[in-house]
């Protein structure tokens, strides 16, 4: 998917945290938050990743969990008006997250980075979902939690655990 534009028209309101809101970030949120309570608690040392990362709501409930001080949390999006609102917000909720702006479908990680991926309503709006669930899997440790989020017609929300293993394979 092509970067957000920066042109907006004259009775357009700008792309900002107040329109995100508007528009439903807060449904996310929800999702977010439902999400965490299917997980164990996150590890010391966990190294998390929280991909297309929006307004970062996976981040915003990543923190309410209250995870353990030396956690990592590498954000990321494509659109760099959302990753500057991601980053006001992160300064101005005292998040320790920085947002850079990397595509999903070629992350510049190294493999094996992350205990945690989370990618939360990226998938059906990318070019190639494929190319970024293979760069999910090549960036994540073999035991990593791995999750996808998404939604259809705006009801039901299914969250895909990426686990090749079919004995630990669920799906909620
Ligand atoms: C519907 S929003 C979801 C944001 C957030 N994860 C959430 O749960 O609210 C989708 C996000 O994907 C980002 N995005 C689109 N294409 C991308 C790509 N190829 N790589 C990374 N991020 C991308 C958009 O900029 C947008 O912030």
Known sequence: MAALSRFVPNKAMPFNAKLFD???????????????TLLPPFPPGSVIHDAACGLGPVTEIIIATSPPD?????????APPMVGIYNNIATAKQWPSKAAIVDVQKLTFPDSAFSHVFLSFGLPILEDPVAAVIEIYRTSRKESV???????????????????????????
């Open 22 to 36: 508007i528009i439903g970030a807060d449904e996310t949120l929800g999702i977010a938050k439902h999400e965490m």
């Open 146 to 172: 791995r999750r996808i989020l998404t939604g259809r017609f705006g009801v039901l929300v299914r969250s895909w655990p990426l686990n090749p293993n079919p004995s630990t394979r669920t799906e909620t």
């Open 70 to 78: 030396n956690i990592k949390i590498e954000v990321t999006d494509l």
